[in-house]
């Protein structure tokens, strides 16, 4: 079968998503990059300069723009704090693909390092996911230290079901996470 001879910049970042989210950034070869998309590797590196850094770097930066989108400014619109909730957990079970798929957040943080590439970007949208969070606690009515706690603990819960669901092979602990969101983060304790 031939090589396709272009692909769509949304085509081509979700495909070295695909790839980041499966096998991590050092896991990820430039002949699993350019057999997912089916680009050459020196398609690749004409569009990537920076090569599998550029490339995760765009990742992110895709990432970030799709949460800002879809989780953190519909968090923040008008509506009841239920309703804005329950289209979120919707589009995080989206984006998982009902926990079938790893966190990119996840697999680019095992770099080696804390002063890697990839460590602001993925420090700056775990805080954006926490504040968003925490703001729609405090919406519903919690102390600004209680509703960051809740917060950080449903963070938690959600790539702690991620890491479980992949471990196991088995949705359920996303499932059981999406399902518990609203108790954790906006019920009574």
């Known amino acids: 079968m031939g090589r396709k001879s272009s ?3 949304e085509d081509l970042i979700d495909a070295l998503s695909r790839v980041f989210r499966d096998t991590g950034y050092e896991g990820a070869t430039l002949s699993s990059l350019s057999q ?25 930066a895709a990432t970030e723009s799709w949460l800002g989108e879809n989780i953190f400014e519909p968090l923040k619109r008008d509506g009841s704090v239920d309703q804005r909730l329950q289209s979120m957990i919707h589009k995080l079970d989206e984006l998982y693909s009902s926990g079938k798929q790893a966190c990119i957040l996840n697999m680019l943080s095992s770099a ?14 775990f805080d954006a996911l926490i504040d968003t969070l925490a703001a729609l606690a ?21 790539h702690g079901s991620l890491v479980l669901s992949r471990g196991t092979g088995s949705q359920r602990p996303f499932e059981r996470f999406l399902e518990t969101l609203p108790d954790e983060l906006l019920g009574d304790r």
């Open 112 to 125: 080696p390092d804390h002063d890697s590439p990839f460590a602001e970007p993925i420090k700056r949208i």
């Open 138 to 158: 405090e919406e519903r009515g919690f102390e600004e230290a209680d509703a960051r706690d809740r917060a950080e603990r449903a963070v938690i819960l959600l």
């Open 7 to 9: 692909i769509g910049e």
């Open 36 to 60: 997912e998309t089916g680009l050459q590797r020196a398609s690749l590196y004409h569009r990537f300069p920076g090569g599998k850094e550029q490339m995760a770097q765009e990742v992110l």
